[in-house]
């Protein structure tokens, strides 16, 4: 059985019991049994309250233990301190899911957090899922189950379609419902998980992913607290063709509170998540029109894997526009073969053929023209989608023939994503949507929502990747390395740093040097100082043996000076790399995601312009040759300007290796930082100048 079945009492029950049922259908434990009795639910409803014989005319029950038989699903509407007997004798019943909307617990204070804890150990021991507490709770429309308190209802009931919503906010979720109601959009499924004591937001994305009524997910999140069964979710929705459109609030960044290491003062944990779900081809919305352009565009289930988009148009300001976002986005728009562009040229000669194509308002003059463009677009320019922008015409005496043509044309040429950008009333625009058409009256929405399903096409169609290297048993030390320790162990995993010795004297280090050959960089070296170059613990260029003698007594008097209790266990000398370009590569453990890997090139590009990528680890050297090349920085290893290419390949390898050490190394393992990491000309390999272990307790 799914790891998500168990859910499906809470979320599709056949008998549901209300604790704290009221007689009036405004109050909170009255509206749920108002709503399912207003909709129909074809199951068995029982009012719980000691005080009522009857509860909107419904016979009601003193005590749970009184009830006829064990419901599916019990919601909670009492106070705060009798809700912990509620959910014992709903145990003692047998009842196996709680949608508990009581609040006053973990989002008040640490009593009430205790409280809440207790709450859930005692749903676990009777195997009773509990959702909530301080939630919204769940309703169903094709099902008539309405285990909520929403004042949403009060101005409509939901449009019955294929998109499910899972909010962590119960206020935010109803929002997104009612806005896709006043759109005619169909959302009629929304869970909302509250304090998420028990059943989180992942699972509830895991089982609208294996809900055969639902194509598309919806997601509002506020924090992710657990990684496995939201991993599994994803897992389960891209296995299963359905896309998922999240919007992740929250911003921060862990910063002061994360490791000392540099990676970890980057890698926020919204940085973290918005990388899980790149990994999965989740999208991000960035406001909630956005989501429901994407999630309504996506229940056509047409996901190009290599999309392209070909724009006819009535206005050629329009398509400037269009052609503006399109290349914002990436999404390809190739021009129209020459000679189709030289054949539509003879019939409107001050037409733009090339794409987008401007058929200007002569198609509204000659409505035949429509289908000869459109034909013309769809069929020799081989389009995976198609937007039209015809704006006010859609409002015209001529639309119903023009639309007639436009129909004919997607009959005849099915499997290709057909969007409008049209001005009509609201029954217009279901007409049009009935007619197989996607619309939307802001062009620019219409191009992002296009992309989006290309993302989703490739997501869906990526290969498995490539296993992660084996590296091996990774035993860490007990305490924090010194750097000439920490490339030890990395050398074992087959991370290559560049020739160095560990050096107590100034006699060895002279002999170090003259053997590595001038110029060479010493180092303090000391498992105390993690970052050395913050208190002058590196110095470069050094040329000549007296430098060297000069220099170690430098660091030596710098180290004492700054790290007075620090242990110096002598300097490291190392061969000074010349021509590489620098990267930094690092691993920082999320407490929610484990093991996150980090790529960047070195510089301002990581210190400024964070232009750095994050993958959850183990990964191929294929996925790291695909971060590699993501960042904006790509350009500078692949040889823009003149310079040599990088050796990507021995870097892939490189940062593969470090994603499984990660791994292999445990709980223990805080972070690594390799900076700089110097990838070296194409066929000369990858090498860390500079390695820091950060070990945990």
């Known amino acids: 059985m799914s790891i998500f079945a168990g859910l499906t009492p809470l979320l599709a029950p056949k008998s549901v019991a209300v604790l704290g049922a009221s007689s009036d259908p405004t109050r909170i434990g009255g509206r749920p049994l108002a709503y399912m009795l207003q909709q129909k639910f074809p199951g068995t409803l029982y009012p719980v309250n000691p005080n009522r014989a009857e509860v909107q005319g419904l016979k009601a029950y003193p005590t749970v233990a009184a009830l006829p038989e064990v419901p599916d699903v019990a919601i909670v509407a009492v106070p705060s301190e009798l809700a912990p007997q509620a959910v014992k004798d709903l145990g003692e019943k047998g009842c196996k899911a709680v949608v508990m909307f009581t609040a006053g617990f973990a989002e008040v204070d640490d009593a009430g957090a205790a409280v809440q804890a207790s709450m859930v150990a005692t749903a676990r021991s009777y195997q009773m899922r509990l959702l909530g507490p301080n939630c919204l709770g769940v309703f169903d429309a094709r099902r008539s189950y309405y285990a909520t308190f929403s004042s949403s209802f009060d101005s409509g009931w939901p449009v019955l379609g294929r998109i499910g919503i899972a909010s962590q906010s119960g206020a935010y979720g109803?929002?997104?419902?009612?806005?896709?109601?006043?759109?005619?959009?169909?959302?009629?499924?929304?869970?909302?998980?509250?304090?998420?004591?028990?059943?989180?937001?992942?699972?509830?994305?895991?089982?609208?992913?294996?809900?055969?009524?639902?194509?598309?997910?919806?997601?509002?999140?506020?924090?992710?607290?657990?990684?496995?069964?939201?991993?599994?979710?994803?897992?389960?929705?891209?296995?299963?063709?359905?896309?998922?459109?999240?919007?992740?609030?929250?911003?921060?960044?862990?910063?002061?509170?994360?490791?000392?290491?540099?990676?970890?003062?980057?890698?926020?944990?919204?940085?973290?998540?918005?990388?899980?779900?790149?990994?999965?081809?989740?999208?991000?919305?960035?406001?909630?029109?956005?989501?429901?352009?994407?999630?309504?565009?996506?229940?056509?289930?047409?996901?190009?894997?290599?999309?392209?988009?070909?724009?006819?148009?009535?206005?050629?300001?329009?398509?400037?526009?269009?052609?503006?976002?399109?290349?914002?986005?990436?999404?390809?728009?190739?021009?129209?073969?020459?000679?189709?562009?030289?054949?539509?040229?003879?019939?409107?000669?001050?037409?733009?053929?090339?794409?987008?194509?401007?058929?200007?308002?002569?198609?509204?003059?000659?409505?035949?023209?429509?289908?000869?463009?459109?034909?013309?677009?769809?069929?020799?320019?081989?389009?995976?989608?198609?937007?039209?922008?015809?704006?006010?015409?859609?409002?015209?005496?001529?639309?119903?023939?023009?639309?007639?043509?436009?129909?004919?044309?997607?009959?005849?040429?099915?499997?290709?994503?057909?969007?409008?950008?049209?001005?009509v009333p609201l029954e217009g625009r279901d007409e049009l949507e009935a007619d197989g058409w996607v619309v939307h009256e802001d062009p620019t929405r219409a191009v992002t929502a296009i992309d989006a399903m290309g993302r989703f096409g490739e997501a869906f169609a990526a290969p498995k990747g490539l296993p992660a290297p084996s590296v091996g048993i990774v035993t860490l030390p007990e305490a924090t390395p010194s750097e000439a320790e920490a490339k030890r162990l990395l050398a074992s995993a087959g991370i290559a740093s560049a020739p160095e010795a560990a050096c107590p004297t100034v006699d060895a280090a002279v002999a170090a040097a003259e053997k590595f050959g001038f110029p060479v960089v010493l180092k303090i070296l000391s498992p105390d100082i993690l970052h050395k170059s913050e208190i002058g613990g590196v110095l470069l260029d050094v040329a000549s043996a007296d430098a060297v003698r000069a220099g170690f007594g430098t660091l030596l008097e710098r180290a004492k000076a700054a790290a007075p209790k620090a242990r110096i266990e002598g300097v490291l000398v190392a061969k000074q790399l010349k021509g590489g370009t620098e990267c930094i590569l690092g691993i920082h453990r999320d407490p929610v995601f484990g093991p996150m890997a980090m790529f960047g090139l070195g510089g301002i590009f990581v210190e400024i312009l964070k232009d750095v990528v994050f993958r959850r680890c183990p990964f191929g050297p294929d996925v790291a040759e695909e971060m590699i090349l993501s960042i904006k920085g790509a350009p500078l290893l692949q040889g823009a300007r003149g310079r040599p290419k990088a050796d990507i390949k021995a870097l892939a390898d490189m940062l593969s290796r470090l994603s499984a050490f990660a791994v292999a190394a445990g709980g223990r393992l805080q972070s690594i930082d390799l900076n700089p990491v110097f990838a070296m000309p194409e066929g000369q390999g990858a090498f860390a100048a500079d390695a820091v272990i950060e070990v945990g307790g």
């Open 174 to 423: 109803t929002h997104l419902y009612t806005l896709a109601r006043n759109r005619h959009i169909g959302a009629s499924l929304c869970v909302m998980t509250g304090n998420e004591a028990d059943v989180t937001v992942g699972e509830c994305i895991g089982w609208l992913a294996e809900n055969p009524e639902v194509d598309v997910i919806a997601v509002y999140a506020e924090g992710i607290r657990e990684s496995a069964t939201l991993i599994a979710a994803f897992e389960t929705a891209r296995a299963a063709r359905k896309p998922i459109v999240m919007q992740k609030v929250g911003r921060s960044e862990l910063g002061g509170k994360a490791a000392k290491s540099h990676t970890a003062s980057i890698a926020g944990d919204d940085a973290v998540t918005e990388a899980v779900m790149r990994e999965f081809g989740v999208y991000r919305a960035r406001n909630s029109e956005e989501m429901l352009d994407i999630a309504h565009t996506a229940t056509r289930k047409i996901y190009p894997v290599k999309n392209t988009l070909g724009v006819i148009t009535v206005s050629g300001g329009a398509g400037v526009l269009i052609s503006d976002v399109a290349d914002g986005l990436g999404l390809a728009m190739p021009e129209m073969p020459q000679d189709s562009q030289d054949r539509l040229r003879t019939l409107v000669p001050f037409c733009g053929p090339r794409n987008p194509v401007d058929a200007t308002a002569q198609v509204s003059n000659n409505i035949e023209l429509v289908k000869t463009f459109v034909d013309a677009m769809v069929v020799e320019g081989g389009y995976q989608s198609v937007l039209g922008f015809f704006s006010m015409t859609a409002s015209s005496r001529r639309w119903p023939g023009i639309k007639e043509r436009l129909n004919q044309t997607k009959a005849e040429n099915p499997g290709r994503l057909y969007a409008l950008s049209v001005i």
